[in-house]
C-alpha cells in the first residue's frame, strides 16, 4: 500500500507562470489536507478537501489559489501568476473517512521555487 | 482561540542521552493529540496519537503522555540516536475530523 504520493517533488516557475501541484492520497482515503512550510517554520493549514468537495479553504488565499479533487484522479493545488513569497514546500495528507481519530498520513512535499 | 505550543523551540542533547519535549494546547472541545517527527526536507511521519482516555503511549523509544486535565502532553525520548535529530510536531484536533491544530515543532538536534 503506497503512502501519499507527491509529485513533482521539486518544481521551479518564474514570475507569472503558473503551479500545478498534485496528491494522490493512500488507497481507501477520501480526506485530502493542503499545508504549506516555510523554512524553519510550523505547518500552516491552507485547505481540507474531500471527493468532489471543499470542505475548508479558510486558509488558502482568495486570489491565485485553487485546489480540487476530482472523483477519479490527485488532487491538485494550483497557484496562477506565481510570486516570489509563493516559494514554499507544499504538503499534501491524507485520511480516511473515520471521524476525528482517523490516522494522517503525509506525503513528502513539492519545494516550490519562483524566480 | 485554539492553539498548541510547544517548548522549548529548540533542543541540542548529545548521543545517548534522554529528552522531554512539551506540548499545551487550549483546544476545545478535544478529540485526540498527536506527535509527530518531520525529517529536514521529508513529510512528518507520525508517532503516536492519543486520545481523551489515554494518558501514555509509547513507539519504540518514543513515549508520549497526555494530561487531559491540565492539557498538556510531553514526548519523552530514551537513548537518543543521531537519527532523532528532527522537528517534532504536536498537533491537536479539536471536535471534527478537519480541525488539526498544529505546533510549530521543537527542533531536536541530537550530537555524537
Known amino acids: 500500500n503506497a503512502g501519499v504520493m507527491q509529485n513533482p517533488r521539486h518544481l521551479v516557475r518564474r514570475r507569472g507562470q503558473e503551479a500545478r501541484l498534485r496528491c494522490s492520497p493512500m488507497?481507501?482515503?477520501?480526506?485530502v489536507y493542503w499545508y504549506r512550510q516555510l523554512p524553519e517554520e510550523g505547518l500552516k493549514f491552507m485547505v481540507y478537501?474531500?471527493?468532489?468537495?471543499?470542505?475548508?479553504e479558510s486558509g488558502m488565499p482568495k486570489e491565485r489559489f485553487s485546489a480540487e479533487f476530482p472523483k477519479e484522479g490527485p488532487s491538485i493545488l494550483r497557484i496562477q501568476q506565481v510570486v516570489r513569497g509563493d516559494s514554499a514546500a507544499y504538503f499534501c495528507?491524507?485520511?480516511?473517512?473515520?471521524?476525528?481519530?482517523?490516522?494522517?498520513?503525509f506525503g513528502n512535499g513539492t519545494r516550490l521555487t519562483v524566480t | 482561540k485554539n492553539q498548541v505550543e510547544q517548548s522549548p523551540q529548540s533542543l541540542i542533547i548529545l548521543e545517548g542521552k534522554n529528552c522531554t519535549l512539551q506540548c499545551n494546547y487550549t483546544v476545545s472541545p478535544f478529540s485526540n493529540l498527536r506527535w509527530y517527527k518531520q525529517d529536514t526536507g521529508r513529510g512528518p511521519v507520525s508517532l503516536t496519537i492519543?486520545?481523551?482516555?489515554?494518558n501514555t503511549k509509547s513507539n519504540g523509544r518514543y513515549t508520549a503522555t497526555l494530561d487531559a486535565d491540565t492539557k498538556q502532553s510531553s514526548l519523552h525520548i530514551t537513548a537518543s540516536q543521531l537519527s532523532d535529530s528532527a522537528s517534532y510536531i504536536c498537533?491537536?484536533?479539536?471536535?471534527?475530523?478537519?480541525?488539526?491544530?498544529f505546533g510549530k515543532g521543537t527542533k531536536l538536534s541530537v550530537k555524537p
Open positions: 498537533v491537536v484536533t479539536g471536535g471534527s475530523q478537519g480541525n488539526l491544530i
Open positions: 478537501l474531500q471527493k468532489e468537495n471543499i470542505i475548508d
Open positions: 492519543m486520545t481523551f482516555s489515554e
Open positions: 495528507a491524507s485520511s480516511p473517512p473515520d471521524g476525528p481519530n482517523s490516522p494522517l498520513h
Open positions: 488507497k481507501g482515503h477520501s480526506h
